[in-house]
């Protein structure tokens, strides 16, 4: 059975950063891709970051892009996602998710294995 974690989440000010991490077990996160999505308080979950199998390939939305950075550690079975000039709308749970392929997708129906998510808030 896989099961996917997440940790790092917490409480920061506005501009500050934090790193995400999410372990797989039962499965290797190598050769497969992975995303991150986050959904906010009365919000529909939303696609903030993904990265392909091999880790060359990532892609971000608009919101965070050139401020979040998505990779992966095959040795440590791990994937980041890295938080910087954090704002108070990137307040959300942060769930990981790994896909059924090792393409690179923005879509959460592409992702079978799924974590409960990490709470990250950012206070103005």
């Known amino acids: 059975q896989v099961h996917v974690a997440e940790s790092g989440g917490g409480l920061v000010h506005a501009g500050g950063s934090l790193r995400l991490s999410c372990a797989a077990f039962?499965?290797?996160?190598?050769?497969?891709?992975a995303g991150w999505f986050r959904q906010a308080p009365g919000k529909v979950r939303e696609f903030v970051a993904a990265?392909?199998?091999?880790?060359?390939?990532?892609r971000y939305s608009d919101s965070v892009k050139g401020r979040f950075a998505i990779s992966r550690d095959g040795a440590k079975n791990s994937v980041y996602l890295q938080m910087n000039s954090l704002k108070p709308e990137d307040t959300a749970i942060y769930y990981c998710?790994?896909?059924?392929?090792?393409?690179?997708?923005?879509?959460?129906?592409?992702?079978?294995?799924w974590g409960r998510g990490t709470q990250v808030t950012v206070s103005s």
């Open positions: 039962g499965r290797p996160f190598s050769g497969y891709g």
């Open positions: 990265i392909d199998w091999s880790g060359d390939l990532t």
């Open positions: 998710a790994t896909k059924s392929g090792a393409g690179i997708s923005s879509d959460s129906e592409s992702y079978n294995f």
